[in-house]
Every structure is written in C-alpha cells, then in structure tokens.
C-alpha cells in the first residue's frame, strides 16, 4: 500500500450523487486546473484507484509517441550500407 501513497495529500473529496468530485484547491493549483478544462480518468494498474490527467496532456505524451514510433520506423526502413 506504501507505493500508492508516495504523491502529496491534497484533501479529502466526496462523490456527490451525480459521481462528481471537487478536485482540492491544491491540486488545481499545482497542475493549472481551471474551470473548463478537460481532464481524463484512468484506473490505476492494479484497479484501486483512479488517475486525473488533464487532457491536453495526454494528447501531448501521444503526439511525442507517434513521433518516436515515427522516428523508429524510419529508422528501421533505411537500406542498410554494404555488407
């Protein structure tokens, strides 16, 4: 249980009966959270808990992604010099 605790507490929430929850002032403020941004909810590995990331985020970390995955493959597709 030590390694899911090893982040920062922010504060404490509670699901509203919709499944809402307040994300702490903290948090928003440490990640630039404001009003109107998109975030996206992962289940941790081992399924218990959750992870926020705000969404622009993870489209970035994509974009880097297929760039490498890019990068590799034209990399592997170059003829290779004489033997």
């Not at 440490?30 to 289940?43: N, Q």
């Not at 399924?47 to 489209?59: D, F, R, S």
Request: aromatic letters at 4%; charged letters at 25%; hydrophobic letters at 40%.
């Amino acid at each position: 249980m030590s390694h899911i605790l090893r982040g920062r507490f922010c504060g404490a929430t509670t699901v509203g009966e919709r499944g809402q929850i307040v994300i702490p002032a903290e948090a928003r403020k440490e990640y630039g959270l404001e009003i109107g941004d998109k975030v996206m909810v992962f289940m941790s590995h081992h399924g218990n808990g959750l992870i926020v990331i705000k969404a622009e985020q993870v489209t970035r970390m994509l974009a880097e992604t297929i760039d490498q995955l890019g990068r590799i493959v034209q990399e592997s597709s170059k003829p290779e010099g004489p033997a």
